[in-house]
């Protein structure tokens, strides 16, 4: 069984600053590229940032120079730094990691449940 456990959603002023933390566990071999997404009503879910496990990054373009995507491969975890957020961040952030589990040979996307971020105006 592998878990996402994401924190540090919440509610913010716009051109204040959050910073989203995700952990993988379990039965987990390997993982390759961490990231997170997000989600506003009404809308699809969208790429914010990914990092590969070298610590190759991709933003959206609405976010760059803005969030700071990072990563601890100990720890198997993710981090998002959010600085001078806008009502337009406002949405639920999903945590994504492409892993392979102990025992398998299958690369395999997993998400974690999804953290509330609000940003007013």
């Known amino acids: 069984q592998v878990q996402l456990v994401e924190s540090g959603g919440g509610l913010v002023q716009a051109g204040g600053s959050l910073r989203l933390s995700c952990t993988a566990s379990?039965?987990?071999?390997?993982?390759?590229?961490m990231g997170w997404y997000r989600q506003a009503p009404g809308k699809q879910r969208e790429l914010v940032a990914t990092?590969?496990?070298?610590?190759?990054?991709n933003y959206a373009d609405s976010v760059k120079g803005r969030f700071t995507i990072s990563r601890d491969n100990a720890k198997n975890a993710v981090y998002l730094q959010m600085n001078s957020l806008k009502p337009e961040d406002t949405a639920v952030y999903y945590c994504?990691?492409?892993?392979?589990?102990?025992?398998?040979?299958?690369?395999?996307?997993?998400w974690g449940q999804g953290t509330q971020v609000t940003v007013s105006s």
């Open positions: 379990g039965s987990i071999a390997s993982i390759n590229t």
């Open positions: 990092i590969t496990s070298g610590g190759t990054t």
């Open positions: 994504n990691a492409n892993l392979r589990r102990l025992g398998t040979m299958r690369w395999i996307d997993y």
